[in-house]
């Protein structure tokens, strides 16, 4: 993130802080309840968001060299990504081209020709096939018509992106939209891996993303852990087409207050949180990155699988070589023991099918996002219902709406260099109301 940016979003933290109020979605909704149990519902999901749409299934780190190989399996598609000689990232159907079982097994490794262990046919790290025992006996083949089945990939910003059709497109542009200058300026690319967790519990899918979409639970989920070090209920947020940022607040921003603003690092007062749709949470620490991909179970809606991989600038991590294990046991504890248990009980309760809808508060601006996306993208272009008046009239309090221009005054005191009175003005001239489109 660049300074100006972190800048920004830590005087905005500061003036949600001191007018009491969090990002306000511009309303509330109701969103559906089945998308968390139904089958179909998941199939669709599984087809339209996951197999007709590029996805990041590591980062640069997980290929760290010319030789490495790393599989995956995410999605019942079996991939085997390598790094060639010549640094570049190729993606391939696990397969054998013979009569079809996975090639490679093992998760990563060096290793630059890959042998099938039930006739041995042999490929380099292209995907060529280089050798056919016996040949002479299999029969005629003609080998260069016979590499392995290649997948779109792509690498930018330290992702690893592969699209699981073979004819499928990798837009990177549109993939990382709104996040590119973000990306570009963390230096992701050069992060190695340092540990890894694979979290398989009864939860959908999104139920796993969910728990990253709001700070609303921070005093109440986390009062014994989290709650400790970050302030809930206030958050920067923004929304760029599919994708989003959110940055939390961690208490740390309360010592910043005092100091220049050219010395302020975002990690210190914040903690950002990006969303690639349809997925990948982010998390940004100051010891790393972790690295969340949600994927749905083949069968069963109410369960799934994250992939958890924490990365880390090579210098960090040599000079703190405890960093992976505890920044996975701080991270992973919390959101295994706290999130996802709460997620569990959420998919338990919505299994029995009475409850029709979930309610997504003003605070919860990340989640209307999350789910609006999702609607639009499987073909249903509307924005989740608008709640009943009777749910949402209380939100309508003159304390609300007082605290909310405070907070809109003190953002403009901070940032424009201007007066009270100028900004009450200007308010009122332009209508600049902090209020975000949740459809
Ligand atoms: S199936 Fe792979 S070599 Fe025969
Ligand atoms: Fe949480």
Known sequence: MRHPVQVEVIQELISQLDAGVNFDAGGLRLSPADVYTSREH?????????????????MSGDLPGPGTFLTNNDLGVPVLLTRGADGKVRAFLNSCRHRGPVIEHEKRGKRSRFSCRFHAWTYNNSGALIGVPMEDHF????????????LPAAERYGFLVVHLDPDGVIDTDAVFEGLADDFESWGWDRYV?????????????????????????????????????????????????????MVLCKKGIDEMRGQPASGWNVVA?????????????IN??????????????????????????????PSDLAANPEAPAEFAAGFGRVVMEEDYALAVSTQTALNAGL??????????????HYHNTFRKALGDGTPAPAAEPALSSGAQSRDRLVG????????????????????????????????????
């Open 42 to 58: 998941m199939a669709h999901e599984r087809q339209v968001l996951f197999r007709d749409y590029p996805q990041v299934v590591g």
């Open 139 to 150: 029969g005629d083949i003609d080998k260069a018509c016979l590499g392995l089945i290649e």
């Open 193 to 245: 891996l340092g540990t890894e967790q694979t979290v398989d519990m009864k939860m959908n899918w999104k139920l796993a993303t969910d728990t990253f979409g709001e700070t609303y639970h921070f005093k109440r989920l986390h009062k014994d852990t989290l709650a400790g070090n970050f302030h809930g209920d206030v958050l920067s947020y923004r929304s760029y087409a599919r994708n989003h940022r």
């Open 269 to 281: 007062g914040g903690f950002p949180v990006y969303f690639l749709f349809p997925n990948i949470v």
């Open 284 to 313: 940004v620490s100051e010891r790393g990155i972790a690295v969340v991909r949600a994927y749905p179970d083949a069968e069963d809606p109410g369960r799934s699988i994250s992939q958890i991989g924490y990365y880390f600038e």
């Open 355 to 368: 409850q029709k809808t979930v309610i997504l508060g003003r605070n919860e601006a990340p989640l209307h």
């Open 404 to 439: 909310q221009f405070k907070a809109a005054i003190n953002a403009l005191k901070q940032t424009r260099q201007i007066d009270s009175l100028g900004a009450l003005l200007a308010l009122h001239v332009t209508g600049i109301y902090p209020v975000y489109d949740a459809g």
